[in-house]
């Protein structure tokens, strides 16, 4: 299997923008939830990785997490960076930090001494607020779509495209348009 490259080449990554971003686990193991009836149900390292979520603000000021949402072995979560940045972190300093972190609070709480994550993750640049209006919607249609979800250990249907089934869709009334977040 060849892998991804890395990054856009020549992008900061530390700029301002919003960030759709996906993490694997270690062989797409299910550490952190089932699904039953399209509601996720967290154990107890599925609890601490979305504490750790949670608290990336906390430890990065500039960061503004929206829509988010944890499956049984990957997360899935859009990511701002702001103008606040002076210390110029990168997503992939702010995604490391993130995964490091849950690592270690699953370790102490002793919930399991395996690898957690993946070494790499999945990232998007949202380039406009109709892309950011699917991928919301993808994220938040995700657990329904679990049974064909190419992450899943249990599907044996082939590769669906991850946007492919939004293409058309117009944004739910609930996802209000997101300017550019202040910290």
Known sequence: MTRRPPRLVGFDYA???AYFITICTEERSCFFSSLNAYQIEKNEIGEAVSECWLAIPQFYSFVVLDVWVL?????????????????????????????ARSASQISKRGLTDRKIWQSDFYEHIIRSEVELFRIREYI??????????????????????????????????????????KP
Do not use: C, R
């Open 15 to 17: 700029s301002p923008g």
């Open 140 to 181: 938040a249609n995700n657990p329904e779509n679990w049974v064909i979800d190419h992450n899943n250990p249990n599907y044996k249907g082939g590769y669906v495209p991850p946007f492919d089934k939004y293409e058309n869709v117009q944004p739910s009334t609930w996802l209000k348009p997101m300017p550019y977040p």
């Open 71 to 99: 499956m049984p072995n990957h997360l899935h979560g859009i990511l701002w960076i702001t103008e606040g940045n002076n210390s110029k972190k990168s997503l992939g300093q702010i995604v490391g930090s993130f995964k």
